[in-house]
């Protein structure tokens, strides 16, 4: 129903803020906390935004949780390996049941998004202190409701082409850096009857996931996914119709 509040799980690692002083001057509440502030800030529609973490118990996500989840928003970078497959398994039938889910910056390197894509997900990188200009592609789409073009992010690690990812289903950002390098920021699939996004901006070392236009993109792409296909755990029945010869 469109009058309930979305559902929204935001889960992080949580490790980088416990072990280096200068992300948690950055993020003292953790980088997870920031990114549920402003996501309850900017969306557009009633919203119930919780936090977890892959230390806390079932790695954050137990079944109970998830089950209770309309979205969940993913950001990993230093302990990709330290979750489950178990735990993979379960979010990927979540969102083939119709949770959507949204990726975030170094998440491209997670389990779950290279499952979900089917391919490496490998990316150019550099960590040059770099401006980024988020480009909107396209301005119809809803996750770039309110959002000005370009994004101006004055400090941030670069991502550049090549990124191997199956080409989206929807095209909706295209990032440009000082040292030249182009990206593709931001993009749109489906997966079964759930909606994933990505979303390349938002670094530990810098403070992206306080700039309130990215803070903006971000919520608007969980009300986005959050409307895909009503979820269904119902298992699809094939029946055999015979053999081509």
Not at 49 to 56: F, H
Not at 91 to 112: C, D, T
Request: hydrophobic fraction near 40%; include cysteine; charged fraction near 20%.
């Amino acid at each position: 129903m469109a009058d309930e509040p979305i559902r929204v799980t935001v889960w992080g690692e949580g490790r980088h803020e416990k072990r280096d002083a200068n992300v948690a001057a950055l993020y003292p509440e953790g980088m997870h906390e920031t990114i549920a502030a402003g996501i309850a800030e900017y969306a557009a529609r009633p919203v119930v935004v919780r936090c977890t973490t892959l230390d806390s118990v079932d790695q954050g996500l137990p079944p109970s949780l998830l089950e209770s989840t309309d979205v969940l928003t993913w950001w990993g970078h230093m302990a990709h390996d330290e979750v489950s497959d178990d735990l993979v398994d379960r979010v990927q039938a979540a969102v083939l049941a119709g949770m959507g889910l949204v990726v975030l910056h170094s998440g491209h390197w997670s389990k779950i998004f290279k499952r979900l894509m089917g391919t490496s997900c490998a990316l150019r990188w550099r960590n040059g202190d770099d401006r980024e200009l988020v480009w909107t592609v396209d301005p119809t789409h809803p996750v770039a409701a309110g959002v000005p073009s370009p994004i101006v992010i004055d400090r941030q690690e670069m991502y550049g082409e090549f990124f191997d990812i199956p080409a989206p289903d929807e095209l909706v950002f295209v990032s440009s850096f000082s040292g030249g390098e182009v990206f593709r920021s931001g993009c749109a699939w489906r997966r079964g009857r759930g909606r994933v996004f990505y979303f390349s901006p938002g670094d530990q070392d810098y403070p992206v996931y306080h700039h309130p236009d990215v803070r903006r993109v971000i919520a608007n792409a969980a009300v986005y996914v959050a409307g895909g296909a009503a979820r269904d755990v119902t298992p699809i029945a094939y029946a055999p119709v015979g053999w081509y010869a």
